[in-house]
């Protein structure tokens, strides 16, 4: 096994060679690796590099990389069939003697593609013919091995480490990796086979071939199982046991190749299944083998669990004494939590990871095997997907597809007996009339539940269709064994547990090496008949049956599973305190995050302090988020991106535009607040709209004391044409707007303002300190500077972001750029003048800034919008403003199409509130909207009523009622108000 890497020059001219620093860009990378030897070959169109590892006896001898002009061949191999291919290439009394790249070398030299339907083992390999002018890159059918690849300037770059290629090619970084490792919440790490968290670097996917020429590349799949493997049919259990035995200790024989070998024990079924297999064929030469396994912190109290155990040491103890030659390590990473543990995870992986404590405690375990001497670890960590899998639903279906009713009530009651579960349960579950299918799927909740992917790029990369596609996929209990053969090779898995496994091994020195994942065993277990899988009440089989007297019987004896990583939350609760700190600071730091929805999670962080209250998934979802802040702070870091965009050095102008209208109670606090601002290049607008008290003389007084004042004066005629003659007059860059019984905090347009130019976005808004009718302060604030992309600021006005309650319609808590504003002006009616401007605003804005500082001061007044009543001719303003709003939001490329139907149930809501119990109201609904319009509002409310998911059936029934009589509406709903009334009364 060895670290490849290197360079090759696609267009070989005469003049044309290699750029300058290449071998130093590499050798600085692989420093860090864990490499008993280093070996080099350069020419001035092809570079490569090989850091061999000792793993087996053979690689002492490993002679990489060959340079046989015009071939070049680099390798990363440990072969498991070297005697069958000793007796292909007619080498067999000498194939002992050879290393495992020489015997990769010439298999392939002589037999090309027909090779690698020949060769077994973990391998990746370039081969590079100059005289043909390609090169080959292969990884094995499994995946254990990989090669990252990417072409840039016609030069193929190809390591197994991404770091090197991502400096070598300037990749920035990869929007759909990224968006999508967030947006899946679980565990998953990846969407697809290829890509990277970097543009254009790409990973071999397993069982494939990319051919790189000049011409471009061709991917091509060698290894296809699900096409080629037959299914098996055998006489009886007992023929499939020995059939399986024999393919699974080969798997676990060939894997045993060096002097030491250890193995990672649990008390599950897989690893203690390889470590039983290694301990038998072990036991005939005398040797033995170090096992190791995770535990708990001395100190952690363990909780009583029916189906699980927390600490496995004493079924791993059992286990080591049943076996006889099995000696126990037990890991506990005393004073290390996932979030203390991340930095060196992240810099092992070269990217973020998920399954956080895992990532610790398995290259903990590696590191000290090999300060024990063993350089091969058995572990079973594909098994629960091939040896020891089952899924009773898939097997009922099966039956149930097969219509061996007989057999599936039989198998019904075997199951409920050993299971402990009521027969009439199990069948009501399974006959059962099928769940409705939530109206919801493949919406936000549903495909990305609670995590903190910043939504706007979910639309932008096409991530919901990826996830809803992988959901389809591999969700449900509703699948067929069929589609359960398709898992056992699928390339997801395989790649995800091989990538991991590839760079421990590059860390540690030590080769993990899995028999549940051997080719060999995954065409095995895709042959078997879907019954030999569950039988009788009996789940696990090809283990629990098949391995019955090679297996300790206390593993049997009881139904329960491990639970690692079970002192996940108790680590990260004895230092709380400092990393829940470092989170909401980084939070902070990265408000303006491309990927993660960083106000979003510092607001769920903010809310609870209490460890207790979060579940493992809740904190490894923070985990991970903050993994991938970092990442991107890394990456601005190494590109030299400065975290902050400079500031411009002219100092801009901010017109404040008041409008004036009997407000001389409160009209001198409203400009003393203005004039008293941080930020002092202002200008203000006072307009007296036609004002009957003293509002204009005071306007007047302040123009002649302070410069930065100017006063209009014009005839009464509503808020929306008094802004508009400002914005008609006004000289500013920006242009904020106060109303004259308020008033704002002297920071209010300097914090604005730098957050502005800070994230280069061209509105801002900030928190209101609220007053409401009582006099009490009803202030809810986080303190904390949102960064929106895209149109989410306008989501969360709409209903369906995440933070509802942050950006109001309100044009006086912002501040707007004027290129933003432009020739723009208010609609000219007299109630819901901020409606539109601010929408359209929010629209055309392509994101923004939220600073969630109280700084702007409203007091809520009884003769407010709110509490007035509307006439007809508020009601046609009413759908005025609505109709333009409904035709933006409709016909929008920049939201998703919930946030129309979100407001269009609204608007249809205010509709009915206004016309029922109002005679002949509806006729004057029909009037004012047009039966065009009233056409296509039904039309379009027969959807959102028919996918609203929180809708019950009664209230669904109602309003589809409501889209065709007003009345029996109004009269439906008027007698559930009384049995509502009635049913309290009751109680």
């Known amino acids: 096994m060895s670290a490849v890497w290197g360079a090759v020059l696609l267009e070989r001219t005469e003049h044309k060679k290699l750029p300058e620093g290449i071998p130093a860009a590499f050798r600085r ?52 069939n070297r005697k069958e291919i000793g007796d292909i290439l007619g080498i067999a009394e000498d194939v002992a003697q050879i290393p495992d790249g020489e015997l990769l070398y010439r298999m392939y030299s002589e037999r090309g593609e027909k090779a690698l339907q020949e060769l077994l083992g973990a391998y990746a390999f370039i081969f590079h013919d100059a005289k043909k002018g390609q090169t080959d890159l292969v990884i094995d059918a499994v995946g254990d091995r ?51 968290p970097f543009e254009n670097i790409y990973r071999v996917a397993p069982a494939c071939i990319v051919r790189v020429t000049s011409e471009g590349l061709h991917k091509e799949k060698y290894w296809n199982p699900e096409r080629t493997v037959k299914p098996l049919r055998l006489k009886n259990d007992e023929e499939y ?219 932008r990369t096409g991530c919901d269709e990826r996830i809803g596609t992988l959901n389809q996929q591999f969700g449900g209990d509703g699948k067929s064994h069929n589609q359960q053969r398709k898992w056992m090779m699928h390339d997801l898995s395989l790649r995800q547990i091989g990538e991991i496994a590839q760079k421990n091994s590059l860390a540690t020195g030590v080769i993990l090496r899995d028999p549940t994942k051997d080719k060999r065993v995954i065409e095995f277990c895709m042959s078997l008949p879907f019954d030999q899988f569950q039988k009788q009440g009996e789940g696990r089989r090809l283990v629990s049956r098949y391995l019955r007297d090679y297996m300790p019987p206390h593993i049997f004896a009881k139904r329960y599973q491990g639970r690692q990583s079970a002192d996940f939350v108790y680590r990260l609760a004895l230092d709380w305190d400092n990393i829940r700190s470092t989170w909401l600071q980084q939070c902070k730091d990265c408000a303006d995050s491309r990927y993660v929805d960083a106000g979003y999670e510092y607001v769920q962080l903010k809310k609870e302090a209490d460890i207790e209250k979060y579940s493992q998934m809740d904190l490894t979802r923070h985990v991970y988020t903050q993994m991938v802040l970092e990442y991107e702070k890394q990456y601005a870091k190494r590109r030299g991106i400065p975290a902050d965009i400079p500031t411009a050095t002219k100092t801009p102008l901010i017109s404040v535009v008041v409008p004036v209208y009997n407000s001389e109670e409160t009209l001198e606090r409203c400009v003393d607040s203005i004039r008293a601002q941080t930020y002092h290049n202002l200008e203000v607008w006072l307009v007296n709209d036609g004002s009957t008290d003293g509002s204009g003389r005071i306007c007047d007084s302040y123009a002649e004391t302070d410069n930065r004042i100017k006063v209009i004066h014009k005839s009464n005629s509503g808020v929306a044409k008094a802004r508009n003659a400002a914005l008609d007059v006004l000289n500013g860059d920006y242009v904020g707007f106060v109303d004259a019984d308020d008033f704002i905090y002297p920071e209010m347009y300097e914090a604005l303002l730098e957050n502005i130019r800070k994230y280069n976005v061209l509105m801002a808004g900030c928190g209101v300190e609220c007053i409401n009718y009582e006099g009490e302060n009803i202030t809810a604030c986080s303190d904390f500077t949102f960064r929106y992309r895209g149109a989410e600021m306008l989501e969360t006005v709409l209903g369906y972001g995440r933070r509802t309650a942050l950006v109001s319609i309100s044009v006086w808590n912002k501040l707007y750029s004027r290129e933003l504003i432009k020739e723009r002006r208010f609609m000219e009616v007299q109630k819901y003048e901020d409606l539109e401007f601010t929408w359209s605003m929010l629209h055309e804005a392509d994101g923004g800034v939220f600073v969630d500082r109280p700084l702007y001061h409203y007091e809520m007044k009884q003769t407010g919008l709110h509490n007035c009543k509307y006439g007809a001719q508020e009601f046609r303003e009413f759908l005025l403003v609505e109709q333009k709003l409904l035709q933006l939001l409709k016909h929008s490329d920049r939201i998703r199409k919930e946030g129309y139907h979100s407001h269009l149930a609204y608007y249809y809501t205010e509709l009915l509130d206004w016309l029922c119990g109002k005679k002949g109201m509806l006729e004057f609904r029909e009037r004012c909207l047009g039966r065009k319009a009233m056409a296509e509002i039904r039309t379009d409310m027969f959807e959102v009523i028919r996918n609203e998911s929180r809708m019950g059936k009664k209230e669904r029934w109602i309003r589809y009622v409501s889209l065709y009589s007003t009345g029996s509406y109004d009269l439906l709903r008027r007698c559930q108000s009384m049995v509502r009334r009635y049913r309290r009364k009751r109680k």
Request: hydrophobic share 35%; glycine share 6%.
């Open 241 to 459: 046991q020995e059939a399986f035995r024999k393919v699974f200790t080969e798997a676990v024989k060939c894997r045993m190749r060096g002097e030491q070998i250890s193995a990672l024990l649990s008390g599950g079924y897989d690893s203690t299944a390889v470590t039983a297999i290694a301990s038998r064929l072990l036991q005939k030469t005398g040797k033995r083998i170090a096992a190791y396994t995770s535990v708990p912190l001395a100190d952690y109290k363990e909780k009583q669990d029916e189906f699980y155990v927390e600490n496995e040491r004493e079924i791993v103890e059992e286990t080591c004494r049943f076996l006889g030659n099995v000696e126990p390590h037990y890991v506990s990473m005393e004073g290390v939590n996932p979030w203390n543990g991340h930095y060196a995870g992240m810099k092992r992986f070269e990217m973020p990871y998920k399954s956080s404590l895992n990532f610790l405690w398995i290259p903990e375990c590696m590191k000290l095997a090999r300060l024990q001497g063993s350089r091969i670890m058995l572990n079973g960590s594909y098994g629960n997907t091939t040896v020891s899998y089952e899924n009773i639903q898939v097997y009922f279906n099966e039956l149930k597809r097969r219509k061996r009713y007989v057999r599936l009530f039989r198998e019904i009651n075997c199951f409920a007996k050993t299971y402990g579960f009521d027969t009439t349960y199990v069948k009501k579950q399974l006959f059962g009339r099928e769940k409705k299918r939530n109206a919801d799927e493949g919406k936000w909740t549903s495909l990305y539940r609670k995590s903190f992917v910043r939504p706007s790029i979910v639309k």
């Open 29 to 80: 990378h692989f420093s860090e690796c864990v490499i008993d030897r280093v070996e080099e070959t350069e020419t001035e169109s092809v570079y490569m590099g090989c850091g061999i590892q000792y793993f087996t006896p053979e690689a002492v001898r490993e002679k990489l990389p060959v340079a046989a002009e015009p071939v070049y061949f680099n390798a990363d191999v440990v072969l498991d």
């Open 146 to 196: 990989m090669i990252y690849y990417a072409v840039h300037q016609q030069v193929l770059y190809f390591s197994s480490l991404l770091m090197p290629l991502a400096e070598l090619t300037g990749a920035g970084l990869n929007d759909r990796w990224l968006t999508d490792f967030l947006a899946m919440d679980h565990l998953f790490m990846i969407n697809e086979t290829e890509e990277t």
